[in-house]
T-cell receptor, first 112, second 115 residues
Framework: DTAVSQTPKYLVTQMGNDKSIKCEQNLGHDTMYWYKQDSKKFLKIMFS???????INETVPNRFSPKSPDKAHLNLHINSLELGDSAVYFCASSQEVRETQYFGPGTRLLVL | GESVGLHLPTLSVQEGDNSIINCAYSNSASDYFIWYKQESGKGPQFIIDIRSNMDKRQGQRVTVLLNKTVKHLSLQIAATQPGDSAVYFCAENFAGGTSYGKLTFGQGTILTVHP
């Protein structure tokens, strides 16, 4: 019973393509997040949703668009993929804002 | 291995030793701090947290110390085991303004435990 799950685990695609990553949490949490981890292991928040409402939107290119159809899901759609988008993307959730965040297993995106 | 090419701080210890991982945080207004463990190919895993009204908090084999004067956080792992080998991240958060709920992660420390 995975608490925070992401699909796909691996994603290899060509530059210019559009792709989506899905995230689901079965913890009953109200807040969900997307993080990007680069090749140097640096983790940086991209977005956060609380009760399906966007509360954090870092300086992320507008090619990245999060969508939260309900509290248990936060998907990430990326348009016109670029080489620099290659990274590991992690979804996380917390009961409320500023509570412990629990991470998913990550999606390894490689743009060729 | 996955760590090749990375230039993170590293700590190598023998099994059974105690480990201390240090972290300097950036924002003097931060009031919530968390340690995460990330094993190869996995997502960060929560270890322990501490709020700014405390100096020390203990968990199972782990202790976090907070020194707000010098903006320093440390994670102590007692009787380190090979399964503790991972990258360890500290993260900070403060409640102010648009940063509400945003975790800022440190660069990570690679812990290697030798049997």
């Amino acid at each position: 019973d995975t608490a925070v799950s992401q699909t796909p685990k691996y994603l290899v695609t060509q530059m210019g393509n559009d792709k989506s990553i899905k995230c689901e949490q079965n913890l009953g949490h109200d807040t969900m997040y997307w993080y990007k981890q680069d090749s140097k292991k640096f983790l940086k928040i991209m977005f956060s949703y609380n009760n399906k409402e966007l509360i954090i939107n870092e300086t992320v290119p507008n090619r990245f668009s999060p969508k939260s159809p309900d509290k248990a899901h936060l998907n990430l759609h990326i348009n016109s993929l670029e080489l620099g988008d290659s990274a590991v993307y992690f979804c996380a959730s917390s009961q409320e804002v500023r509570e412990t965040q629990y991470f998913g297993p990550g999606t390894r995106l490689l743009v060729l | 291995g996955e760590s090749v090419g990375l230039h993170l701080p590293t700590l190598s210890v023998q099994e059974g030793d105690n480990s201390i991982i240090n972290c300097a945080y950036s924002n003097s207004a931060s009031d919530y701090f968390i340690w995460y463990k990330q094993e190869s190919g996995k997502g960060p895993q929560f270890i322990i947290d501490i709020r700014s009204n405390m100096d020390k908090r203990q968990g199972q084999r782990v202790t976090v110390l907070l020194n707000k004067t010098v903006k320093h956080l440390s994670l102590q792992i007692a009787a380190t085991q090979p399964g503790d080998s991972a990258v360890y991240f500290c993260a900070e958060n403060f409640a102010g303004g648009t940063s509400y709920g945003k975790l800022t992660f440190g660069q990570g420390t690679i812990l290697t435990v030798h049997p």
